[in-house]
């Protein structure tokens, strides 16, 4: 936001009751009007959320499914055998039904965060499933020889507990060979209501070539992220997937009232392993 306000500063915009100059890219079609007080410049401003007394997780999410998302950093030259025991892994938890757990996604990065794996779990029966998983995995021999060899393999790693947004889609494995987006946001703390507010309206123009894969809030490991995973062909679909949506009326006021509730986004490109149940 800051670099917002020195670029408006700097082009003498403060000074003007109307914004003459714009990037072609504008975060609003809305015309310029002194009168208008939801003009453009206003749209960069956090709009204020009414106090509730309903925790945010329960107004945005389900939260009898637990998500969690593993991070693994691995060493560069043991990607293959790292691969191997997290096949492994996965099929020993697939084979144990009793555990309300499966694997939805695996992938490792192929753009961003290089030599990096991400797993995704899902747990049915919510954070009871979790207690009762770690409790019989801690008690497995195979499972915990397993994950003493996978920590030669890593240099770091991170687990984060997600909900799904209620707004997205449902989760659906894919066929055929496809390449995974996964964008993080860091949310300003008390904006997650407004984010999911946006982007309930704002999904409508993503969409048309069903890339919408997966949208979370996190609950435990590190707080106020947002996770959306979407799904495309190649990256040239990627990209005239991402250039339609700024002709959709609508998806400029999205970003628009969503940019200033961000400290931090990155994104990765992700391919699925050889065991991901979705490809």
Wanted: charged fraction near 25%.
């Amino acid at each position: 936001m800051a670099a917002v306000l020195t670029m408006i500063r700097s082009s003498g915009a403060l000074r003007s009751p109307c914004l003459k100059h714009v990037t072609s890219r504008s975060l609003s079609t809305t015309p310029c009007n002194k009168d208008n007080n939801e003009g453009w410049f206003s749209k960069l401003l956090v709009r204020r959320i009414e106090p509730t007394k309903e925790p945010h997780s329960r107004m945005l999410a389900d939260k009898e499914e637990i998500y969690e998302l593993q991070t693994h950093n691995i060493r560069p030259d043991s990607t293959d055998k790292y691969l191997k025991n997290c096949k492994e892994n996965a099929a020993l938890i697939t084979s144990r039904p009793e555990l309300n757990c499966e694997l939805v996604a695996s992938w490792t990065v192929t753009v961003g965060d290089m030599d990096q794996a991400l797993h995704l779990w899902r747990y049915t029966g919510g954070f009871n499933s979790v207690d009762k998983t770690k409790l019989i995995l801690g008690k497995d021999e195979s499972f915990l020889k397993l994950q003493k060899e996978r920590g030669n393999y890593l240099r770091s790693r991170h687990l984060q507990f997600l909900l799904a947004f209620n707004f997205w889609p449902t989760i659906e494995s894919r066929k055929g060979s496809n390449i995974y987006e996964i964008r993080s946001y860091s949310l300003k703390p008390g904006t997650m209501i407004e984010w999911g507010n946006n982007w309930a309206r704002g999904l409508k123009f993503r969409r048309n070539n069903n890339e919408a894969f997966a949208g979370f809030m996190s609950q435990v490991g590190r707080l106020n992220n947002v996770h959306h995973i979407w799904c495309y062909e190649s990256l040239y679909q990627r990209k005239e997937t991402r250039e339609s949506a700024w002709r959709n009326p609508g998806w400029d006021e999205c970003v628009a009232y969503t940019v200033p509730l961000i400290r931090e986004m990155h994104s990765r490109i992700l391919v699925p392993t050889e065991f991901s149940p979705t490809q």
